[in-house]
């Protein structure tokens, strides 16, 4: 099933939101799917999640403020893809897709199996043992540890299955 990541700007963690119908509406309204409380800038019916034809696409809802996709303000429904990043106000959502199709447009990288107690959506550095965030990051992306600037690869994350 599909899932968002839902960060807040300046809050500590996170905490995942389902797609769970083929029309999701984010906003600050108690009657939407992702209520998003107590955030200024964000809309009473702020963006909506179409799922058409195994496929999820993104729309504002004719907000002031609007909704960014990749740091692009959106205009119109637009198509997403693993890994793509929703900013609605403070608000960062990581789109998780869970079709075949989709997840075949994944960079092929190697994989990395996550521990029982290892962070999630996290690596660890290969030379200074820093746990890195790997959230907003596609598989096979370059980065540099942000403690040693050692160039890192982003591996796939598996989890193993309970």
Same mark, same amino acid.
């Given at each position: 099933?599909?899932?968002?990541?839902?960060?807040?700007?300046?809050?500590?963690?996170?905490?995942?939101? #389902?797609?769970?119908?083929?029309?999701?509406?984010?906003?600050?309204?108690? #009657?939407?799917?992702?209520?998003?409380?107590?955030?200024?800038?964000?809309?009473?019916?702020?963006?909506?999640?179409?799922?058409?034809?195994?496929?999820?696409?993104?729309?504002?809802?004719?907000?002031?403020?609007?909704? #960014?996709?990749?740091? !692009?303000?959106?205009?119109?429904? $637009?198509?997403?893809?693993?890994?793509?990043?929703?900013? $609605?106000?403070?608000?960062?959502?990581?789109?998780?897709?869970?079709? !075949?199709?989709?997840?075949?447009?994944?960079?092929?990288? %190697?994989?990395?199996?996550?521990? !029982?107690?290892? %962070?999630?959506?996290?690596?660890?550095?290969?030379?200074?043992?820093?746990? $890195?965030?790997?959230?907003?990051?596609? %598989?096979?992306?370059?980065?540099?540890?942000?403690?040693?600037?050692?160039?890192?690869?982003? %591996?796939?994350?598996?989890?193993?299955?309970?």
């Amino acid at each position: 099933m599909a899932y968002l990541t839902v960060r807040t700007k300046g809050i500590e963690g996170h905490h995942k939101a #389902k797609l769970e119908s083929d029309r999701v509406v984010l906003g600050r309204s108690s #009657k939407c799917d992702i209520c998003i409380e107590d955030v200024d800038g964000v809309s009473r019916e702020h963006c909506v999640f179409i799922k058409e034809d195994d496929q999820w696409y993104l729309e504002d809802l004719g907000t002031t403020n609007g909704t #960014k996709l990749n740091k !692009e303000k959106i205009d119109g429904r $637009v198509a997403l893809s693993e890994r793509d990043i929703v900013s $609605v106000s403070k608000i960062r959502l990581t789109v998780h897709v869970d079709s !075949e199709s989709q997840r075949r447009r994944s960079i092929a990288a %190697p994989e990395h199996n996550v521990g !029982e107690f290892d %962070p999630a959506e996290a690596i660890q550095c290969t030379s200074c043992d820093t746990w $890195v965030s790997v959230a907003h990051r596609l %598989p096979g992306e370059a980065m540099v540890c942000p403690r040693c600037n050692t160039q890192l690869s982003i %591996p796939q994350l598996v989890t193993a299955e309970a």
